[in-house]
């Protein structure tokens, strides 16, 4: 059976899309994961955008070693020497270098004429075929650009080296049947293009990116680019997980599988929200929290009678085993131990204590401690950085008709500092005693609060995003009383920001 290859750019598109920025520390986290996951090529950046982008991609090629990686480059010299000194420590680079073949991009954006166009295409495939075996090539624009003109650039740059081709629907504009029947053409046009991968790439202005590539894939397509939970620019890019789900759930029709192991869909999905601080919606199709519920009364009946009735996939094919065991505070590390392993993390020694140490803490505060706790656990122990400062005790006085005052006692370098403040609310006071305590202000750009679980006693996980300086700041706090978790979180994002600012001056 032929397999799709799956192209992920949540380290490129993705992370460039607003509120998904990721530190070094957080894209190689996910460049572990999207190798568990099994994507085929990881783009880990566009190496020439900024220092701080050239040296995570170079550390994610040294890091990956069971999936090429790519990095981004425009159609120019010192954009591809940049793109292969990033990828070049890799087990299988690739430079992926791009450029607007539409009329409107070539006449307004890069002010070229078409044959110029081709002509720096085929030049820049061969200058970064000089470097590195595995060279794509994508036209910009290319579902907006003539399709004759579009079939001479890729007859162009395979002659001239390229690879692998890509069809990016840019600006998210073409329509399922269009999309498709411009594969077909594309194949049916292009010398050569039967030695080379076919890719698209497909964006979701009007809610389509999915949809697009699978009529690309039905229509010849072998490999498709999209991000974990469909992040990227504008409405985002083609959805990972659905692309993979629908060719997987439906073998029967698209007749064709991928390399991934679908298993750790759920995970991967829960590191990106986790990491961006941008929740998945509920009703986001394979990893929202209601993909698996049942809620109207006939559904449930069908589903108790047998699960076909109104579940295509099963929740345990995307990493969410049913059994759903829950633990409490007499389960021991063992009992633990195992529950993670069925959740498909797999840590060290010392997270494994940390963890367990704070499972101890929430099994007493909590009756029950659930998967959805376990997993909100696990997440928190993996962003550790050394502490600066620590959270010691918080006392809010607060009510409709007073106003809000908090007593904050926070530990840094062995000593005791405590603050009060008021505030417009029991956060408010909170936040103010905080940056007392440190003697220096933040700018609070977001403030997300959800709870981890159902119930009176669930946990609260609370992401705040905080701006000093230029420097953008994430934070996460966790705990059955909502005001601690958004001291926890505000703390957090404070010493995120010294440790950014000692690492990176
Ligand atoms: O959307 C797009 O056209 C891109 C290309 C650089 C592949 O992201
Ligand atoms: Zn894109």
Not at 273 to 295: D, L, R, Y
Not at 460 to 487: C, M
């Amino acid at each position: 059976m032929t397999t799709i290859k799956i192209f992920d750019t949540t380290l490129r598109d993705g992370e460039q899309s607003p509120g998904c920025s990721m530190n070094l520390q957080e894209k190689i986290e996910v460049a572990r994961q999207l190798e568990k996951l099994g994507v085929d090529v990881i783009e880990a950046g566009f190496a020439i955008s900024s220092p701080g982008d050239f040296q995570s991609v170079k550390t994610v090629a040294e890091t990956v070693k069971n999936a090429r990686v790519a990095s981004l480059a425009r159609a120019l010299k010192k954009d591809i020497d940049s793109a292969y000194e990033a990828v070049k420590g890799a087990v299988s680079p690739r430079i992926h270098t791009f450029l607007a073949t539409s009329p409107i991009h070539m006449e307004y954006k890069l002010r070229m004429k078409p044959e110029d166009v081709l002509a720096q295409a085929v030049e820049m495939v061969k200058y970064a075929k000089s470097y590195c075996a595995d060279v794509e090539f994508s036209a910009e624009d290319a579902s907006r650009s003539e399709p004759e003109f579009l079939f001479r650039v890729f007859e162009a740059v395979i002659a001239a080296g390229a690879t692998c081709i890509n069809v990016p629907d840019t600006v998210g504009y073409s329509m399922p049947e269009e999309f498709g029947a411009l594969i077909k053409s594309i194949k049916e046009n292009v010398r050569g293009i039967e030695k080379v991968d076919l890719s698209v790439h497909c964006h979701n202005d009007l809610g389509l990116a999915v949809a697009n590539s699978l009529a690309a894939i039905r229509a010849g397509a072998t490999q498709a680019e999209c991000t974990i939970n469909g992040i990227g620019e504008r409405a985002g890019n083609a959805a990972l997980e659905e692309i993979v789900m629908a060719v997987a759930t439906r073998q029967d029709f698209f007749g064709y599988t991928t390399n991934i192991n679908t298993k750790q869909i759920y995970n991967s999905s829960r590191l990106i929200s986790a990491i961006t601080g941008v929740p998945v919606q509920p009703n986001k199709a394979v990893v929202g929290k209601n993909a698996f519920a049942h809620e109207a009364g006939i559904h449930q009946h069908g589903v108790l009678a047998n699960k076909k009735t109104y579940e295509i996939m099963t929740p345990e094919s995307i990493g969410l085993p049913e059994n759903a065991i829950v633990l409490g505070k007499h389960s021991g590390k063992h009992a633990f131990c195992e529950r993670l392993k069925e959740l498909g993390y797999v840590l060290d020694e010392q997270r494994v204590n940390e963890s367990f140490e704070r499972f101890k803490e929430l099994a007493d505060r909590k009756k029950e401690v659930s998967d959805m706790d376990l997993r909100a656990l696990v997440e928190m122990e993996r962003f550790e950085i050394p502490m600066d400062y620590e959270f010691d005790t918080f006392v809010i006085n607060s009510g409709n008709k007073m106003t809000a005052t908090a007593v904050v006692k926070l530990m840094h370098d062995g000593k005791e500092i405590e603050e009060a403040a008021t505030g417009d609310g029991p956060v408010d006071a909170a936040f103010n005693a905080i940056e007392r305590c440190i003697g220096e202000s933040f700018t609070l750009e977001d403030y997300i609060v959800r709870s981890v679980t159902g119930g009176k006693d669930a946990q609260g996980e609370v992401v705040v995003k905080l701006s000093k300086n230029g420097k953008n700041v994430k934070g996460r706090g966790l705990s059955t009383d909502i005001v601690e978790a958004s001291v926890k979180a505000y703390i957090d994002a404070i010493n995120r920001y010294f440790y950014q600012t000692k690492v990176e001056g």
